[in-house]
T-cell receptor, first 113, second 112 residues
């Protein structure tokens, strides 16, 4: 099946620092999504990307759909303690139906005040 | 409620017992998905319902797993003869057809 490599696995940073995480795939994707999951909760959609090269921001979050269609990154600027959680990338392979969403294994983010 | 709800939030069961997990999607959402999330792992697709179409069961790991959905409302995921490797968080999501998925809080299943 499809594989998504998400890195880093975890990050421990100081409040105010910027953060960057990324996902790469072995095949072309036509959609990239970034989710955040808090403990005991389901993932919450942060940003959705639909076109190669697309750069989208949501407050302090910025994500880009790679030109090759095989990667995406998420940046968080000026991190705050409530950014703590697990961030997942997810994507839909080219020519797949909307039932097919492949997830990365997540990046755990810890922010110290 | 406004979001996807799931019940129970936690379930502890003995190996070999059957369990039933429930998902109430967002009203009006035609698509419903079940995922499994093992500790420290990403989400593993199990099954997808879209309206009255035949469900996509391609992610179900074994014939002990089954799911039903009544129309465009509640869905139940049933695991028969549970095994310890079934221990995980089971997440449900719903969406408008072909749009992004909104997740419930999950059911944490522990098989002892």
């Amino acid at each position: 099946g499809q594989q998504l490599n998400q890195s880093p696995q975890s990050m421990f940073i100081q409040e105010g620092e910027d953060v960057s995480m990324n996902c790469t795939s072995s095949s072309i994707f036509n959609t990239w999504l970034w989710y955040k999951q808090d403990p005991g909760e389901g993932p919450v959609l942060l940003i959705a990307l639909y076109k190669a090269g697309e750069l989208t921001s949501n407050g302090r979050l910025t994500a880009q759909f790679g030109i090759t269609r095989k990667d995406s990154f998420l940046n968080i600027s000026a991190s705050i303690p409530s950014d703590v959680g697990i961030y997942f990338c997810a994507g839909r392979p080219m020519n797949s139906g909307y039932s097919t969403l492949t997830f990365g294994k997540g990046t755990m983010l810890l922010v110290s005040p | 409620g406004a979001g996807v709800s799931q019940s129970p939030s936690n379930k502890v069961t003995e190996k070999g017992k059957d369990v039933e997990l429930r998902c109430d999607p967002i009203s009006g959402h035609t698509a419903l998905y079940w995922y499994r999330q093992r500790l420290g792992q990403g989400l593993e697709f199990l099954i997808y319902f879209q309206g009255n179409s035949a469900p996509d069961k391609s992610g179900l790991p074994s014939d002990r797993f089954s799911a039903e959905r009544t129309g465009e409302s509640v869905s139940t995921l049933t695991i028969q003869r549970t095994q310890q490797e079934d221990s995980a968080v089971y997440l449900c999501a719903s969406s408008l057809k072909d749009r992004n998925q909104y997740f419930g809080p999950g059911t944490r299943l522990t098989v002892t």
